[in-house]
T-cell receptor, first 113, second 114 residues
Framework: EAGVTQFPSHSVIEKGQTVTLRCDPISGHDNLYWYRRVMGKEIKFLLHFVKESKQDESGMPNNRFLAERTGGTYSTLKVQPAELEDSGVYFC???????????FGPGTRLLVL | AQSVTQLDSQVPVFEEAPVELRCNYSSSVSVYLFWYVQYPNQGLQLLLKYLSGSTLVKGINGFEAEFNKSQTSFHLRKPSVHISDTAEYFCAVSPRGSARQLTFGSGTQLTVLP
């Protein structure tokens, strides 16, 4: 069974540009989570989808971040416009049922110059 | 709200020596507890978890952890480490019985020396 996949693995952009990250959860997992780790800090929750609905987006830092999960399959996280402090590793995770073990993808390493 | 403290950011240890990575948490509600590991250039992998039952939990690769409710700790141990255990280890909690997010500690870099 394929695990959680994320694309791209790395992205280097300039301040002010737009970047879109993609996450494909494990097939059949309705719950999809986004997390972020900025340099040297904790991994922090961004938001949680149940199918195509946003269950909890309390961790989204500001309105420059937009997450979507059309059709309840893969999800995208768009940062527009990117700022220097957005640099970090963005992780996606999925679980079959709420509260069950979350399986993580390899992350997308974003560097904003 | 929950918080997780990993007391050691870096732990160097010689191969075949025992290791303990410390984790303390704070929460106003009951929680599930997890340890994840991130090997170089890879994603987070679940090492073990405590949901209920026996407070001693065994995970993959010979690791185990013990839940201590009175001390609100969930320390990770391995009796004899290998070079391949070099990785970053994260302790995490989530509230029981809900579809809530994980709250992570800041991570402990374990470096196994030959």
């Amino acid at each position: 069974e394929a695990g959680v996949t994320q694309f791209p693995s790395h992205s280097v952009i300039e301040k002010g540009q737009t970047v879109t990250l993609r996450c494909d959860p494990i097939s059949g997992h309705d719950n999809l989570y986004w997390y972020r780790r900025v340099m040297g800090k904790e991994i922090k929750f961004l938001l949680h989808f149940v199918k195509e609905s946003k269950q909890d987006e309390s961790g989204m830092p500001n309105n420059r971040f937009l997450a979507e999960r059309t059709g309840g399959t893969y999800s995208t996280l768009k940062v527009q416009p990117a700022e220097l402090e957005d640099s970090g590793v963005y992780f996606c995770a999925s679980s079959q049922f709420p509260g069950e073990t979350q399986y993580f993808g390899p992350g997308t390493r974003l560097l904003v110059l | 709200a929950q918080s997780v403290t990993q007391l050691d950011s870096q732990v160097p240890v010689f191969e075949e020596a025992p290791v303990e990575l410390r984790c303390n948490y704070s929460s106003s509600v009951s929680v599930y507890l997890f340890w994840y590991v991130q090997y170089p250039n890879q994603g987070l992998q679940l090492l073990l978890k405590y949901l209920s039952g026996s407070t001693l939990v065994k995970g993959i690769n010979g690791f185990e952890a013990e839940f201590n409710k009175s001390q609100t700790s969930f320390h990770l141990r391995k009796p004899s480490v290998h070079i391949s255990d070099t990785a970053e280890y994260f302790c995490a909690v989530s509230p029981r019985g809900s579809a809530r997010q994980l709250t992570f500690g800041s991570g402990t870099q374990l470096t196994v020396l030959p």
